[in-house]
């Protein structure tokens, strides 16, 4: 599912959960297609970094972030680990 909440919880129910308020910082580590950061940063206000390690996933995400104009407050990286 590309960009889905997770099951039995919503966005919103995390960020509250969280007390996000505007200009918080939320980093997010395994943040897939970035749905969380980029709720957070939309609805609450939050500065977001997404971490995967995953290059497809942070590039869909960065680019979900420049569609939303919300690239002044979040920020989607890519950690790739090498493999032995």
Not at 4 to 18: A, T
Not at 25 to 40: F, S, T
Not at 48 to 68: D, F, K, M, N, W
């Amino acid at each position: 599912m590309l960009g889905g909440e997770p099951k039995g919880i919503s966005l919103h129910d995390i960020c509250r959960k969280l007390r996000l308020r505007p200009r918080d910082r939320l980093l997010d580590i395994g943040c897939g297609w970035g749905a969380l950061i980029l709720h957070a940063a939309s609805h609450h206000g939050a500065r977001c970094v997404g971490i995967t390690l995953s290059l497809p996933q942070a590039e869909v995400a960065r680019e979900r972030l420049r569609i939303a104009g919300l690239n002044g407050h979040c920020r989607g990286k890519s950690f790739g680990l090498p493999c032995h």
